[in-house]
């Protein structure tokens, strides 16, 4: 037998785990396990016929093997409007390599088990989302302990694969606890299968209010476990939502609403990058915190969301590797403790010596500095173009809710539409519509200009990034300066703030007459988090407040809320959406027994 980290492999190529001394699947044939014991024994394809979004939850990810016969069967029977949502938990991944191993002995799987392990998580924390293109699937993976990550997640399953290794050997994963949690998040008519008819097993089920049935087993197993809540399956109606802004935030909460099967209405005053995300490139880096907490996981997270998305946008791409340079007498301290936390995937984060930073950069430096390989520099318009299609140009100026829907107001009064749902996606011109005391405008002029030879991209106090044909750098932040207007002198401030981490290069560069450059209004909170979420009116939502991070931000957020408005599992656990939660602040206030300035409601007729 030949050892690879938890794994043997078998003489006749089987995985086995080292940790748990247990099988991942039968030895006669995993994949007809998977389709006997968990499809058939969850009642699919019929489950989901009627259904237009079906929700399985799965405890034991394992190789992956039942998640691939489920899509597989999916694809093959689901009909083109449906999306199906998996959410499953593992606490101990193997690594991609192994699971292209196990996987290999099924070439009916190959195209699927590529697309899988192609995003296999880098990192053993967390949540990751995958996605499978064309099949309307994705899935949710939870790389954590099975009660903690149940408890955090959004969902109610329609159904449920109970695979974790044995319960003799590993008790943990079937505690009373999590069985509780299974039944506390499962939709009425569940459906639940298991290879193990273990006692205890069918009592904790029972307890919750499965009924519970023994039947026969797949090969050398004389029986397995089937298992069904009472009541009926709720059809989810359809939902007419509004999009009220083309951004990166409107535009990443349309990506994902139709993803979820709805095609949203996009409302645009000016043109889709008008405000904020209309610069010609744009960096996607994480925030970088040192607390290594919750605000650092939502961090991580929305970070290698927006990653993967845009690696599907080759064309949007302008450069990789992003320099973070080290100023602050804390800097350096900061950004190891960082890259030694294991929050990012491995070998992605370089802390690079003063002698390095000046190879990187090509001009002397006594800092030294994070090198982040992941990060992107991208062209904004591409990305936008991509996720947002042709919006509806018109300003709006209102909205009222009458007759159970909210309507959406031009001028003159006049009725632009009627929706369900509103999201209110703009940046610092959401208090139009939204006066929220939460967010604050601050202004930014970034500065452009040709070059030859553009630079590597580099972010300090300031930034420096390539474009297409130069680069870019800024930029200003101005807090409550609402103007647009462009200004020389901002353009000399962006110089004097370059000459800090470029001395070099600012003597190569245009007079600050001669600059290009655009100044916009970013939306901003206290605590430089981003609001998510449904408002305090029902039905009303936001996406706003992302700052100088808005293509990082933007696509987790988009997912986040797309999912409350479609009723579906957000990918967030629960404690890092309450992070973002539009409602924090009068929260936090009232636990403080302070006064909160409540945001001013929208007209109702």
């Known amino acids: 037998m030949t050892t690879t980290g938890d794994l043997d492999w078998t003489e006749d190529g089987q995985p086995r785990s080292t940790l748990y001394g247990d099988v991942y699947y039968s030895a006669e044939d995993g994949l007809a396990e998977s389709r006997a014991v968990y499809l058939a024994g969850c009642g699919l394809p019929e489950a989901w016929t009627d259904r237009s979004h079906f929700v399985v939850a799965e405890l034991g990810f394992g190789t992956g093997l039942n998640i691939l016969a ?27 390599d192994e699971a292209r191993r196990a996987l290999a002995v099924w070439p009916e799987l190959a195209d699927l088990a590529k697309i899988l392990t192609d995003q296999w998580p880098a990192r053993r924390q967390g949540r990751h989302r995958m996605t499978f293109p064309g099949t309307g699937v994705t899935l949710d993976l939870a790389l954590q302990e099975v009660g903690a990550a149940l408890e955090d997640w959004s969902g109610q399953a329609n159904a449920w694969f109970l695979d974790g290794f044995s319960p003799a050997l590993n008790p943990a994963m079937w505690r009373d606890e999590v069985i509780h949690l299974v039944g506390k998040r499962s939709a009425p008519g569940a459906r639940l299968a298991s290879f193990t008819v273990a006692g205890a097993v069918r009592r904790a089920l029972e307890s919750v209010g499965f009924s519970v049935a023994k039947v026969p087993g797949f090969g050398r197993k004389r029986e397995r476990l089937e298992a069904r809540l009472p009541g009926s399956a709720l059809g989810a109606g359809s939902t007419t939502v509004a999009i009220i802004g083309a951004g990166i935030a409107g535009a990443s909460v349309a990506r994902a609403l139709r993803e979820l099967g709805h095609n949203p209405v996009i409302f645009e005053a000016v043109h889709a990058g008008s405000g904020a995300s209309g610069n010609p490139a744009a960096l996607v880096t994480p925030r970088l915190d040192a607390g290594l907490g919750h605000v650092a996981d939502l961090a991580v997270q929305a970070f290698e969301r927006a990653i993967a998305l845009y690696q599907d946008l080759p064309e949007a791409h302008i450069s990789k590797g992003v320099l973070q340079m080290a100023f602050g007498p804390g800097d350096l301290g900061r950004f190891t403790k960082i890259a030694e936390a294991g929050l990012f995937a491995p070998d992605s984060l370089h802390i690079l010596a003063p002698e390095e930073t000046s190879l990187y950069l090509g001009e002397p430096q006594t800092v030294g500095g994070l090198l982040q390989d992941q990060a992107l520099v991208i062209e904004p318009r591409r990305v936008l173009d991509a996720w947002i299609g ?126 290009e450059g655009r100044a916009r ?3 901003t909170t206290v605590d430089q988090l981003p609001l998510a979420g449904e408002t305090e009116h029902p039905g009303l939502f936001v996406l706003t407040g992302l700052g100088s991070r808005g293509f990082t931000w933007g696509p987790l957020m988009g997912d986040h809320v797309a999912s409350l408005v479609a009723g579906t599992p957000s990918p967030l656990p629960g404690p890092l959406a309450r992070l973002i939660d539009p409602a924090r602040f009068a929260e936090r206030a009232g636990r403080r027994g302070q006064p909160y300035i409540p945001a001013t409601r929208p007209s109702r007729s």
């Open 70 to 96: 489920l899509v597989d069967l999916w694809r093959r029977t689901a009909r083109s409007d449906q999306t199906l949502q998996i959410f499953s938990i593992e606490a101990h991944l193997i690594s991609a």
């Open 390 to 515: 042709q919006p509806h140009v018109v300003r709006v100026h209102d909205l009222s809710f009458s007759d159970g829907r909210w309507h959406v107001i031009g001028a003159d009064r006049a009725l632009l539409g009627q929706f369900d749902a509103i999201i209110l996606a703009g940046g610092a011109d959401i208090p139009m519509i939204w006066d929220s005391p939460d967010l604050t405008p601050v202004r930014g002029q970034a500065s452009w200009t040709q070059a030859t030879h553009p630079p590597g991209a580099a972010a300090w106090s300031g930034y420096i990034i390539p474009t297409r044909n130069g680069h870019l750098f800024g930029s200003t932040y101005d807090r409550g300066d609402t103007g647009t207007d462009l200004r020389p002198e901002d353009h000399q401030r962006n110089l004097d703030l370059l000459a800090l981490g470029r001395p070099g290069l600012v003597a190569s560069l245009s007079p600050a007459s001669d600059l």
């Open 521 to 523: 209004l970013r939306a």
